[in-house]
Nanobody, 123 residues
Framework: QVQLVESGGGLVQPGGSLRLSCVAS????????MAWYRQAPGQQRELVAT???????NYADSVKGRFTISRDNAKNAVYLQMNSLKPEDTANYYC?????????????????WGQGTQVIVSS
């Protein structure tokens, strides 16, 4: 089992910045692709950014040039630096990880979601 703990959300004025963190713990052999999603009230969950195990990144068009995803494999962590925030960035942000786990006999591929952290961009 793998647990994800997110932090860093909050209330920020338009144009401000926030940095989200997500730390994974548990029976982790390797963290593969890691990502951030978000879901605004009444909206579907959407992909914000992804980062592969090799460090390749991809972003939603709406956040390109403003958000940066990064990872620290030694800490089992993924981050989302959000700059130039806009009211339309208001949402619950969820960490998502694809994990290889091992029970000592075999490997398994699983994916996990964080509990979400709220970001509110408002003056």
């Amino acid at each position: 089992q793998v647990q994800l703990v997110e932090s860093g959300g909050g209330l920020v004025q338009p144009g401000g910045s926030l940095r989200l963190s997500c730390v994974a713990s548990g029976n982790i052999y390797r963290l593969n692709t890691m990502a951030w999603y978000r879901q605004a009230p009444g909206q579907q969950r959407e992909l914000v950014a992804t980062i592969t195990g090799g460090g390749s990144t991809n972003y939603a068009d709406s956040v390109k040039g403003r958000f940066t995803i990064s990872r620290d494999n030694a800490k089992n962590a993924v981050y989302l630096q959000m700059n130039s925030l806009k009211p339309e960035d208001t949402a619950n942000y969820y960490c998502y990880v694809e994990v290889t786990t091992s029970n000592g006999i075999r490997f398994s591929e699983d994916n996990y979601w964080g509990q979400g952290t709220q970001v509110i961009v408002s003056s």
